[in-house]
Structure formats: C-alpha cells, structure tokens
C-alpha cells in the first residue's frame, strides 16, 4: 500500500479532533509495519496527547515500532508545550522511517521537528498528499500564516435573494426571526458553530433576532461569542449577556468586563475588519464564523478578509425587503436539506 493510502486515513481518523483539540492542530497518525497498519491515534482535547503519542501507545508489540513507518498530518512538534516534544519521542522509540504531510507553519516548530528527526537519524519523507493535509489543517495555518482567524462566512438567502424583510428602526427591537431555511439546514448551522471556535453577529442581527448562538441542535463545545455594538444599543437582558458562554463585544465605548463578557473597544473609523482580526488573534481564535447581519457580512467581504462561505438558500420567496449580500467566490459543492440548499463557496484569493 503506497504512502497516499496510508496518509489519507491519517485525514480520516484526524477529524475525530474537529472543534476538540484547538488551539493545538487536529493530527491524525498512522503507524505501518511489513505493509500493516499496527497503530493509530489522534489529538486528545486540548492539554491531553498528540496524536503520534496516541498512536505509538496503541501499538500492542513495541519492540515492531523498529522497523516501522509513521506517518503523520502535520510535522511532529519539536518544543515543550502541555506535552514533550513528540519529534524526540519518535526518536526515543526507534522509528526508522517518519512520512510527513505538510510543514508546521508555527514558529516553535517550523521545519525544526524534521531537523531533529533526520539528526536522529529518521528517513524522512514530507509533502505526502500536502494539499488534502493543508486543507485538513486550514484553521491552524490560516491562523499561524496569515496571523487572522480562519473566517467562515454564513447567511441564509429567499430564492429571489433577500436575506430579511425590510423593517424600520423602530421594529427591530423584539421581532421575531424570519425563517428563510427549514430545520435540517438550521441543525446543519449548529454543526458549523461546533466546528468552529467563535461566531460573530452585528448589533441589528442580535436586536433583530436575540440569537443564543449555541449548538443546541448539535453535539459539541459552543463557540465564543463575538457581538459588534458600537453605541452599546444592545439591551443588557438579552441573551448574548447571559453569562452563560464567553462573549466579546467589541464597542467604540470604555466598558468594564462583566461575568464572561469582556468588551474590547476598537476604532470604529479605521479599517474595522482589520481591527477585529487582529485582537482575534491576540484572543487566540483561530477560526470564526460572520453570521451576519448583511452590512457585517459584506464589510469582510469587501476587505477580501475571508476563506470560505456557506450560502443557504431557502424554498421561499420574500418578494422585497434586505438583499443578501454580494459574493465573488468558486463554488465548490452543493448540498441539499429537503428543498433548500447550500452552496460552499472558497475564496481564491
């Protein structure tokens, strides 16, 4: 069986670590001996093993670890961090031959892993099946190359390509939600936010609608909540101040943090969306999902500051009222719940 076939169940077993393992990179390892696979593992939570260490303790007959290859998502860490470096231990246990996926990009490891292991005296071979491994890893290298979370854009649209009725100013303010998608699109939402680390909505989306921004239809962590409220407008007793999850709002106002709340002020006159990523990065959010609203959503698509967008588009038609925003992307797949669907777009540039 020829490395691809080996490296592309290390993909496999390495999404058991989606939304569990940030901010270390969900790994998946393969450990093969006279063309068996003897071992397997993945990143534990966050503060638990890597994914190589997972997958040498798995392997039942050690002493086999001598002449065997392990493969591996992303370049074994070579600094001390919650655990030793895993680059020394693949050492230590005598593994001949090490096959790598792709370059870790993060400063403490960045190519020192695979100089330590070739001193070790390792074969090894790296950029095996690299592009599927990149976009395996694309939350950690977005956020460790670029120096910005990896952004999700999120909205749902009519057919004929509204995103809200139009309401004024004064009934924004205890309206109910205009459903545009049905029940299997909106569960589908709550596993994106369990995928990701934080969700971000703007003030007139949280007035408008008082979202919890939860996975309460979806097994998983809830993502940190990210509020943009310039003017602080948002009444105190909604549910994004709850107290419940992390929220951040980012405000023109001097604000002392409350209970899980902790305001970040910003200068709203400046290139806002810049401004966001960079304190994201401070926070250490490495990927977010913009569910809007439309002024939020197209302010980052205007900066080109975004990697992926999921469209849905619902069975209905509102005939006038708030035009969705204006995307240029590459479609990339289609899905479909019922008679609504999602379009996966990836930005190109």
């Avoid at 003017?231 to 409350?258: C, G, N, W």
């Amino acid at each position: 069986m020829p490395h691809t076939q080996y490296m592309q169940r290390c993909i496999q077993i390495a999404k058991n670590g989606l939304g569990k393992t940030r901010p270390n990179p969900m790994v998946g390892s393969v450990i093969v001996c006279d063309g068996v696979i003897i071992g397997e593992g993945f990143t534990s939570p966050y503060g638990g093993a890597h994914a190589e260490v997972n997958a040498i303790k798995s392997v039942k007959e050690q002493h086999l670890l001598k002449k065997a290859t392990i493969y591996v998502t992303l370049e074994p860490c070579a600094h001390y961090g919650k655990t030793p470096p895993c680059a020394h231990l693949i050492i230590e246990k005598g593994i001949p031959n090490v096959v790598i996926g792709t370059v870790d990009p993060f400063s403490k490891v960045a190519g020192k892993g695979i100089e330590i292991l070739k001193n070790g005296g390792c074969k090894v071979v790296v950029g095996v099946l690299e592009a599927l491994c990149k976009e395996h890893h694309k939350r950690f290298l977005t956020f460790h190359g670029k120096q910005r979370p990896f952004i999700v854009l999120k909205w749902a649209e009519t057919k004929d390509g509204f995103i809200d009725v139009q309401r004024k100013e004064t009934e924004l303010e205890n309206a109910k939600p205009n459903w545009i998608t049905n029940k299997y699109a909106r569960q589908y939402v709550h596993k994106m936010r369990a995928d990701e680390h934080a969700v971000l909505v703007g003030t007139n989306t949280v007035i408008n609608d008082n979202p919890t921004l939860d996975v309460r239809n979806w097994e998983g962590e809830n993502p940190v909540r990210i509020v943009l409220d310039k003017s602080l407008r948002i009444p105190h007793d909604y549910t994004v101040f709850d107290h419940v999850l992390k929220t951040i709002v980012f405000t023109a106002q001097e604000v002392d943090d409350t209970k899980n709340v902790y305001y970040k002020k910003i200068d709203f006159s400046k290139d806002t969306v810049l401004e966001i990523c960079q304190e994201l990065y401070k926070e250490n959010i490495q990927s977010i999902i913009i569910e809007g609203g439309k002024a939020t959503l197209q302010s980052f698509i205007e900066a080109n500051i975004w990697d992926e967008a999921y469209v849905f588009v619902g069975d209905v038609h509102f005939k006038k009222g708030l035009k969705a925003p204006k995307l240029t992307g590459v479609l990339e797949e289609e899905l479909s719940f019922g008679n609504d669907i999602l379009k996966k777009y990836k930005n190109q540039c």
